[in-house]
């Protein structure tokens, strides 16, 4: 019994060490040792794994406690230094291997570790779940759109833990709503006094007080299923509308406990109205301290209202190199060059007339934006153009910062997105007829800062526009003063703003 009791532990002890030698074969062939890594754990072709302190241990003593021949082995091990470059270098000859020669900056960051400069706290944002952003726009032809886009351009830039839509409302109208229609209406009313509760002086005739009386009804009907798919389905963290359309409705899905996102509203009219004054809205990013003001006096707490200017493409930003741009449009740098917009004119033969008027005052280069009006486009691609002069015919533009760049004088209506485009260049303005309502407001607000003039009919403009070329010191004082209300970067800081408010 003793000899089959001996002979049955020396098989245990046997077992052992054959399942230690295999475990050793198998972690080489799994994982193969790396000299770089001293922090990690690796076994050797002779069945010896290494631990993380740089000693070894005999696979069969590992399992068994240790001890003896592999005590020391292990000790010898830890003791011995380091090999130098030298004798990486006869390591490397006398194996065929190439030794490469990393530099410390370049060789592998251990996992885990952080870039240089960064700390946890930057991280937060990307170890939640990333927050929503929806912005809501409107095709209204005031621009609304545009600094719903631009917004969402400068959303980009940031890198944060967000996804940000950007919408139409009038692309989310109820099933009995005609956009068209609602369009047609919403321009009405930008051109109406009464939609600031006043008239004007230059108003003649009827102030569109029934138009604004019978908006309340028309807003509580406007949205339906479209829109509440978008902001209670999709679950937005944060709304922001650069247009007061959807704000009644909001307020009424508020109201019934529906809808938990917060809403900010980013006001680019010069003036404020009642519809842009809602109890949804927790916070507004305004254009001046001017309107940071009437917000206040409508009851609106002061803390919630920043002050970012009107949000363009961040591309006016980055500076224009103005001698490339017009060699690239084949213009000479010698003569002013004058951008015209010439929406608000009229129909495409009075804007053609204009051009050629002002073509027939002085030597300049001429930058027409068509838009849609292709046969506009194509009739000044048939003029006729004096000595001197230089015409350039565009249609939808994607570098209008570079156009207005270059440019040392815009001819435009007085549309807030446009002319926010034109204080983020320094560019000085004629304004063209402006409407009652929102055009005039903003005209008024920029005449005061002396960068602006008004020309009331055609032959005022003529005269305004030879004037300027002809006399360029007048030019130089509104240049001047355009330069001073210069403000570019205001899509980065309401984009900055918003982030802090959703995180």
Excluded at 205 to 224: M, N, R, S
Excluded at 262 to 267: D, H, K, L, P, S
Excluded at 373 to 402: M, S, T, W, Y
Aim: aromatic content about 4%; proline content about 6%; some cysteine.
């Amino acid at each position: 019994m003793a000899e089959k009791s001996s002979s049955d532990g020396g098989g245990e002890r046997r077992s052992r060490a054959r399942r230690g030698r295999g475990r050793g074969r198998s972690g080489d062939r799994s994982k193969a040792p790396s000299s770089s890594s001293p922090d990690d754990s690796s076994t050797a072709d002779d069945g010896t794994r290494f631990d993380p302190d740089g000693g070894a241990l005999e696979a069969a003593d590992a399992e068994g406690g240790g001890g003896g021949d592999s005590a020391r082995r292990s000790r010898r091990r830890r003791n011995r230094p380091a090999p130098g470059g030298s004798e990486v270098e006869e390591l490397g000859a006398s194996t065929g291997i190439d030794v490469l020669d990393i530099p410390s900056d370049r060789r592998p960051r251990r996992a885990g570790a952080l870039e240089p400069g960064l700390t946890l706290k930057d991280l937060l944002p990307f170890l939640r779940p990333p927050k929503t952003v929806l912005i809501l726009g409107a095709s209204t032809g005031g621009g609304h759109n545009r600094t719903a886009a631009a917004l969402h351009e400068a959303f980009k830039s940031v890198d944060r833990n967000l996804i940000v839509r950007q919408h139409d409302c009038l692309d989310l109208l109820g099933p009995d709503q005609n956009p068209q229609d609602v369009r047609l209406k919403l321009e009405g009313m930008a051109r109406s006094p009464a939609l600031f509760g006043e008239t004007f002086e230059t108003v003649e005739g009827p102030t569109g007080a029934e138009t604004v009386d019978g908006l309340g009804q028309l807003l509580t009907e406007l949205f339906g299923e479209k829109m509440d798919q978008m902001v209670l389905d999709k679950r937005p963290d944060q709304i922001v509308c650069t247009h007061w359309l959807p704000l009644v409705h909001l307020q009424a899905l508020k109201d019934a406990e529906r809808l938990n996102a917060g809403v900010c509203a980013v006001i680019s009219d010069p003036d404020l109205h009642e519809h842009w004054v809602s109890e949804v809205v927790s916070h507004y990013l305004v254009t001046d301290d001017g309107l940071k003001a009437r917000l206040q006096r409508a009851g609106v707490d002061p803390s919630t209202v920043t002050v970012t200017g009107t949000p363009v493409s961040p591309a006016f930003a980055d500076g224009v190199d103005k001698e490339f741009v017009l060699r690239d449009l084949g213009l000479r740098g010698s003569a002013p060059t004058i951008l015209l917009r010439p929406g608000g004119i009229g129909a495409t033969e009075r804007i053609v007339e204009v051009v050629k008027s002002l073509l027939e005052l002085a030597s300049i280069n001429l930058l027409v934006v068509a838009g849609k009006n292709e046969r506009l486009r194509e009739e000044l691609g048939d003029l006729e153009v004096p000595q001197g002069c230089a015409l350039k015919a565009f249609g939808f533009v994607q570098n209008i910062h570079e156009l207005m760049g270059v440019s040392d004088l815009l001819i435009s209506r007085a549309s807030p997105h446009t002319m926010a485009e034109a204080c983020a260049a320094g560019l000085p303005a004629l304004l063209l007829r402006p409407s009652p309502g929102i055009e005039e407001r903003m005209a008024d607000h920029l005449m005061r800062s002396g960068c602006v003039r008004k020309a009331y009919g055609e032959r005022d403009l003529e005269f305004l526009v030879a004037e300027l070329v002809k006399n360029r010191r007048y030019l130089r004082e509104m240049q001047e003063a355009a330069g001073k209300h210069r403000r570019s970067d205001a899509a980065h800081l309401a984009v900055d703003r918003l982030t802090r408010i959703v995180n």
